[in-house]
């Protein structure tokens, strides 16, 4: 567990990422990252958009399931 600070920037609040957590995340200053909040409450913070990961895998399955006609029409 890493702990971090919440701190006011004018009329925000600002959540303070370590290098340790930006190295874990394999993001740097200035990428955008998405915070999806769990069933049980919790917050999850990503650096990949987790609606392209879905459609990622959905189109994976559609593939796999498809690939000799994929294949013919290549």
Not at 43 to 55: I, N, T
Request: glycine share 6%; proline share 1%; aromatic share 2%.
């Amino acid at each position: 567990m890493i702990e971090t600070k919440i701190r006011k920037v004018g009329n925000s609040a600002v959540l303070t990422l370590t290098t340790e957590m930006l190295t874990m995340l394999d993001a740097k200053e200035g990428d955008t990252l998405f915070v999806v909040r769990g069933d049980d409450g919790s917050l999850r913070v990503m650096a990949h958009d987790p609606s392209v990961a879905e459609a990622l895998a959905a189109a994976e399955i559609v593939m796999d399931e498809n690939r000799d006609l994929l294949q013919a029409l290549a």
